[in-house]
């Protein structure tokens, strides 16, 4: 089957068990009735890319890039999802956050079940977060209460897979996502955006890795950032 060029997806790695694709920000993972006006997705574009099923192993949300695996057969599916499960998968990104968090830290934190739903009354569930900040930016305009904006990129581990769970966990220590609609806030969320020409959630999954299956070596599957992320990893001198 044929796939136009516009549809095509950048296929990071493939083997006989397993496919990964860069996942461009604003594709859903797979069809939902909680976007149900969008008609295309990232398991239905690769399946017409391939002409071969897939079977989807993880999410990202629409907003978030980067490093999407998906397994060629639903026996590899089933024992990679028990890795899932289990916590045998690592899961890095690269996250642009409001405020100067810590150096270094770790939310624990149990999140709710459906982040869409009011908290109240849900079953809370263990939710664990390492971070790493890897620079700190002070930006020349408002927000509000300072005449100059804080901003920091961090390198996250999720040790955990809750829905929403890194934008979940940085709002709960006051450093929200930038370009978070539903945790963030809009006013930094433009300002930031007309500052750095882009208007996206700052969040990319970097890096995968997949512990091996019937014999088969581990795999690390990795996603070097976009272009708008540029100016954010350029050397920066230190935090005071």
Request: net charge neutral; glycine share 8%.
């Amino acid at each position: 089957m044929d796939t136009p060029d516009s549809d095509l997806l950048r296929v990071l790695h493939a083997d006989d068990d397993v496919v990964a694709i860069d996942k461009p920000a604003g594709l859903l993972v797979h069809r939902s009735s909680l976007d149900a006006h969008e008609t295309r997705s990232a398991a239905e574009l690769l399946r017409a890319q391939l002409d071969a099923p897939v079977w989807m192993l993880h999410r990202l949300d629409k907003a978030t890039s980067g490093v999407l695996a998906f397994a060629r057969s639903a026996a590899v599916a089933s024992r990679l999802g028990e890795a899932f499960t289990a916590g045998g998968v690592r899961k890095r990104y690269l996250a642009l956050v409001r405020g100067w968090p810590a150096a270094e830290g770790e939310i624990d934190y149990a999140l709710a079940r459906d982040p869409e739903l009011p908290s109240a009354g849900q079953p809370r569930l263990p939710a664990v977060t390492r971070y790493r900040r890897l620079a700190c930016f002070e930006w020349p305009f408002a927000d509000g209460l300072h005449a100059a904006s804080r901003y920091a990129l961090v390198e996250v581990e999720p040790l955990s897979g809750r829905r929403h769970q890194i934008r979940r966990h940085f709002k709960h220590i006051a450093h929200p996502l930038v370009g978070d609609t539903t945790h963030g806030k809009s006013a930094h969320n433009r300002a930031v955006a007309a500052w750095l020409g882009t208007s996206r959630l700052w969040l990319h999954a970097t890096r995968l890795e997949l512990p091996g299956v019937d014999g088969a070596a581990p795999r690390v599957i990795e996603s070097a950032p976009g272009g708008e992320w540029a100016p954010l990893l350029a050397p920066q001198p230190p935090a005071m």
